[in-house]
């Protein structure tokens, strides 16, 4: 069902800063795998939220789980046919434990027929998070000059999630002072770019994620991802930086930790 792997981290090393645990997947092995994890060095988790269900679904699993926190949005590929109701997203942020509004961007992988939707619906939910402080969590599929744009013109802080752009583009995230996510990509054969790019920019610009349950790392590729397996991003990452795994283990934590004030 799921894999665990092949050494313990040190207690509390690890924060996945974005994962979808309220995934259908995890039902029949939540409890168990949640334990296992914490077992496995996995101190907290940022669930996203990415549609009213879904992050009511989030919020059910930091109520019953104290190491789970949630981020809420409207995921820029599934946005509703309706307006989206942003007085009600700040009345959740309000009275729940939200960390962050995300994931919000821009997917023109799935969807190229609405980019002006998607760009005015990002906008607003940068807005969201500026008037709540709130770090927002980006996606950008197949968007990076669009996402660029408007992260330099209304300057957010957060994270650029599952980065996939260049090492040009990583750098003026950077500049921004906005971090860039990295998950199991790193570990795949074709993530030669994502290589050079992590290459490039420095551990203190580094978040660490899964986007369970997908995007499992290797040796685990194709199979259900969860936040214990991140030690093999960290284990790439180290070596790619030339440190040791707990160094990257003890900078990713603490850059989440000051983003997320987790
Ligand atoms: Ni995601």
Request: hydrophobic share 35%; glycine share 6%; net charge negative.
């Amino acid at each position: 069902m799921y894999q665990l792997p092949d050494f313990r981290p040190p207690k509390d090393s690890i924060i996945d800063s974005h994962a979808h645990f309220n995934d259908e997947r995890f039902e029949p092995c939540r409890e168990e795998l949640f334990a296992a994890m914490r077992e496995y060095g996995v101190k907290k988790i940022i669930n996203c939220g990415t549609d009213y269900k879904r992050i009511e679904e989030c919020l059910e699993l930091s109520r019953k789980y104290d190491f789970c926190h949630t981020a809420i949005a409207f995921h820029p590929s599934e946005l509703p046919d309706e307006e989206i109701d942003y007085k009600r997203l700040e009345e959740i942020i309000k009275s729940e434990k939200v960390v962050a509004v995300g994931e919000t961007g821009l997917d023109y992988y799935w969807r190229s027929d609405n980019k002006q939707r998607q760009k005015k619906e990002f906008i607003e939910h940068i807005n969201l998070a500026k008037r709540c402080r709130l770090p927002i969590i980006v996606h950008d599929r197949d968007a990076h000059a669009d996402t660029l744009e408007i992260l330099k013109e209304h300057k957010p802080k957060g994270v650029v999630h599952c980065f996939s752009g260049s090492v040009e583009m990583a750098r003026e995230i950077v500049k921004l002072g906005m971090y860039i996510g990295v998950g199991g990509v790193l570990t795949f054969k074709n993530g030669r770019v994502l290589k050079e790019v992590v290459r490039e920019i420095p551990l203190e610009s580094i978040l660490l994620e899964t986007d369970a349950p997908y995007l499992s790392p290797e040796p685990f590729r194709g199979g259900l991802n969860h936040s214990a397996l991140i030690i093999y991003v960290a284990r790439t990452l180290a070596e790619i930086k030339g440190v040791s795994v707990d160094e990257v283990l003890r900078l990713t934590k603490e850059n989440a930790e000051k983003l997320f004030g987790i």
